[in-house]
Each structure stands twice: as C-alpha cells, then as structure tokens.
C-alpha cells in the first residue's frame, strides 16, 4: 500500500476510508478507482498515479496512535507549562503557553512564561491585572497584539465565565485571541477533547508520514484530515502533545532522525527519501523594505518616549519618537519629522541603521540622538522617563535595537 497524498494543482478531494480499490473522491464527489497500493491520494498526475511507490511495511494506520503514546509516554519533553503523567492539567497553563508560543520558540517562552505565573497564578489573578503591567511583562516577546488579546481573554474568563475556561472547541472560540489551533489545543490538553490541533511540528511529521505533495497553505485542510488519524481513542491532548513532541526533537526541518521515530515504518517520505522535501511551501514572498527615522533625545538621565497608537502595529507598546515607516522614504524627508523642543542641542547621526524585521515587511531605521536641556517640558503626547527604568516600559524588540543603537 502507498500513503503518497499528490497533487498538482490540486482539486478539493475528500479523504476516505480504505474500501477495496475504491479510496477517494474527485471535486464533484464521484468515487475514483486507484490502484489497491494508494490508500491516501489527491489530484494525482495520471504519470505519477501508475508509478507505485515505496510501500510502507508492517504497521498499520491503527497502529500509529499507540505507537505514538507509547514513545511518548517514554520520551515526553519537560515543558513547565505541561502537567505530569497522571496529573491534570491546568487550562490556564495551558492556555497561557499556547498564546505565547504562537511565533515563538519554546526556548524563548520559558523564563516569560515563568515570570507570569509567579506574577499572576491563575486567569483571575491575570484577569484583575492592568493591561499596562500585562504588556510592559510581555516586552520582547513579539507579536503584541498577543498580549492585549492574551488580556482580554483573562478580563473575558474572570468576569464572564466565573474564572474558568470554557472546555469545548466553540466555546474557546468564542474568547478574545483563540482562533481554531489554539480552542483545538486547549480543547485537547486542558479537557482531552477528542480533536487535534495542528501546528508547524505536526504539520511536518503528517506531511512527512503521508508524503502530502499539496503546497502549504492549501494543504492545511487535507493535513488536518491526516493528522486526526493519529488520534488515540481515549488520550487526546497526549497525542497531540506527542507529535509536537515529535516534530520538535525527532521528525526536525533538518536531517530528521528517522532510525528513533516510532512511526518510521509507516512513513512514506522516508521510505522515498524525501523527508526533508516536506512540507511542500509555496516560495515565500518578502514585504517591501521599509525606511525611516529614530530620534533619541536625552535630558539627563531620562529618555524622551511616546505610546503607540492602540489599534495597529505594535499597538500601545512604547517607542521614541520617529517618522513614518514607508517604502523608499528618503533620510530628509524622514529627518523633517523630528519631535521639535526647546533648547535642543543639534541633531546628531548614528553611523549605520538598525534593521529589523516585522512578518510582512523589513524596516530599516536611522538613528538620530540629541540632548535636551534639563527643563526642558516634553512635547505633547510624550513623558520623559529615566534611562534606568527603561525596563519596566513596554518596550518592543525594534525600539530596543534602536535605544542600545543611540546610547551605544
Ligand atoms: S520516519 Fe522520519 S520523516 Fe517519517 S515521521 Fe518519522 S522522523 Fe519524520
């Protein structure tokens, strides 16, 4: 039997059960014959649908959950947001590491994730809190809009629904920042609902296992499919957990380590070799480079810093005053828009810019500092805040390249 999934373009196919040599549907929903050897196949070329494939050997689809929960059950990562084997776990834990963890490596969550228990022990606690104290905890973690959500979510929960998570996929759904992965995620770890949520370490080992030949995005769907065959009767969130856990230490982007995989009997991009060609991705488009200017000032030991507007990019985070972001802007035209106080010293160029990129665009920013005399009020919309303190302000990760850039 082969698991290849093809496609070409691809029309929208279902995916059904084997059923003799009838397996699979066209777009319009009419059964298609494929040979017996192609359990799994969608919009296959008419060459590559007579070329059999490397046939999988002696596992079997139902055999692959258990297989996973055992290896699991073996080689679990320790993550702190993750409750021990036996043990219950939290929807906050839960629900507070899925937020973080979107865009962010594991590695990076783990001291935030840390400081916002200790901080804040449960949703209510989180929820009674003030979004200015819950962004300026998440600074430099990314992705901000996260946070004001990650707020909103906990205000919603507290006042709401009593302190407690709603335990079904729409109910989740329903919450501030919770889109289809994470009500799957939370819905599977924190309540063991039967559903699998499908992130990039479990997109990978499907793609890999299935040899799904559709290009990301479009495949999502057909993933999710797969990946629910590998759901355990009873032990949803450990499945899930196991193939991330999977994806993360065995079934890696490069150079998988397909001799310690429990699924390596079944898995069809090994049999092939072509487990590093999967997933398939569509050539990433790169935004338009960006260019503007930073303008740091200085009155003694404090920093001149304004508030970003709420809604938009880097929403309610603190930035020094700088000009507009924009395609090919000129140093002039950006310089022009520099914050006017008075008493001013001259305004002095760094060497070099700072580069940064955002998911849709690179930025590049010129660095101009200046002092101002120590009366000197702030303009409006802007404070004065001393360089010793800057850590407690809701700092981005561009503003800091910036400031560190400015004060050397
Ligand atoms: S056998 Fe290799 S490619 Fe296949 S799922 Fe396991 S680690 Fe990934």
Sequence with gaps: MCF??????????????????????????????????????????????????????????????????????RHRRRLPWRAAPGEASDPYRVWLSE????????????????????????????????????????????????????????????????????????????????????????????????????????????????????????AKPLIQQ??????????????????????ASICTPKKPACSLCPLNEDCTARLQGTQETFPRKAPKKSGTLRRGAAFVVTRGDELLVRSRPEKGLLGGMTEVPGSDWLAGQEDAAAKKQAPELKGLSRWQRKVGVVTHVFTHFPLELVVYTAKAEIRTRAPAGMRWVPVATLADEALPNVMRKVIAHALG
């Excluded at 279902?14 to 298609?32: C, I, N, S």
């Excluded at 494929?34 to 070329?45: D, F, L």
């Design 99 to 218: 937020i973080m963890l979107q865009q962010t490596t594991v590695k990076a969550v783990g001291p935030y994730f840390e400081k916002f228990v200790a901080r804040w022990p449960d949703v209510a606690a989180l929820g009674n809190a003030s979004q200015d104290d819950v962004l300026r905890m998440w600074a430099g973690l990314g992705y901000y809009s996260r946070a004001r959500n990650l707020y909103a979510c906990a205000v919603a929960v507290t006042r709401e629904h009593g302190g407690s998570f709603p335990d079904t996929e729409e109910g989740l759904r329903a919450l501030p920042g919770i889109g289809p992965y994470t009500a799957a995620a939370i819905a599977a770890i924190a309540f063991d609902r039967h559903t699998m949520p499908v992130d990039g370490n479990i997109e990978r080992v499907v793609s890999r296992l299935f040899a799904v030949e559709q290009e990301l995005p479009q």
């Design 226 to 247: 797969l990946a629910s065959t590998l759901l355990a009767n009873s032990r949803a969130g450990d499945s899930a957990q196991a193939l991330m856990d999977l994806g």
């Design 4 to 73: 290849a999934v093809m496609a070409g373009p691809v029309p929208a196919i279902h995916v059904l059960p084997a059923k003799k040599d009838v397996d699979v549907r066209d777009e319009r929903g009419h059964d298609v014959e494929r040979p017996a050897y192609c359990r799994y196949s969608v919009g296959m070329s008419s060459t590559t649908a007579r070329k059999p494939r490397p046939e999988p050997s002696v596992s079997t689809s139902s055999a692959r959950p258990t297989l996973l929960l055992a290896w699991y059950d």
